[in-house]
């Protein structure tokens, strides 16, 4: 009788053991995907923000040197001075704005964290799944 009861607890234990590798792997999964879900997200970014520059860039250019020379011969210098500063001002402010949208709110592992919060609920309502 006491060997039917420890096969039992052994059966038990191997039971609570594979349950916890198949989390710990499906949690491992789930972190590999929102690696490479940031990932795919900061490359489009940086992918946009430089083609966004470039363009702007070229732009900018263009309409400053149009500015230039509509201002009149004598005035040219201010011009060009004022258009200096206002592009550097919008240059700080737009570096300013990019870094704050390229913080991720939620945090990089954001749904590996809930679903490890889920578990570990779970576990302390004694293995209840809903």
Request: charged share 20%; proline share 1%.
């Given at each position: 009788?006491?060997?039917?009861?420890?096969?039992?607890?052994?059966?038990?234990?191997?039971?609570?053991?594979?349950?916890?590798?198949?989390?710990?792997?499906?949690?491992?999964?789930?972190?590999?995907?929102?690696?490479?879900?940031?990932?795919?997200?900061?490359?489009?970014?940086?992918?946009?923000?430089?083609?966004?520059?470039v363009?702007?860039?070229?732009?900018?250019?263009?309409?400053?040197?149009?500015?230039?020379?509509?201002?009149?011969?004598?005035?040219?210098?201010?011009?060009?001075?004022?258009?200096?500063?206002?592009?550097?001002?919008?240059?700080?402010?737009?570096?300013?704005?990019?870094?704050?949208?390229?913080?991720?709110?939620m945090?990089?592992?954001?749904?590996?964290?809930?679903?490890?919060?889920?578990?570990?609920?779970?576990?302390q309502?004694?293995?209840?799944?809903?």
């Amino acid at each position: 009788m006491r060997e039917a009861n420890s096969g039992g607890l052994f059966a038990s234990l191997r039971q609570v053991a594979a349950t916890a590798l198949e989390m710990a792997q499906v949690r491992l999964e789930l972190l590999g995907t929102e690696i490479e879900l940031e990932k795919q997200r900061l490359f489009d970014g940086i992918l946009i923000a430089a083609a966004a520059m470039v363009f702007s860039g070229v732009g900018l250019l263009l309409f400053c040197g149009f500015i230039i020379l509509l201002v009149a011969e004598g005035n040219r210098l201010a011009a060009m001075a004022w258009l200096a500063l206002a592009c550097f001002s919008l240059g700080v402010v737009l570096m300013m704005q990019s870094r704050k949208r390229l913080k991720s709110p939620m945090g990089i592992f954001s749904a590996s964290a809930t679903e490890l919060q889920t578990d570990r609920a779970n576990v302390q309502a004694g293995g209840k799944r809903e």
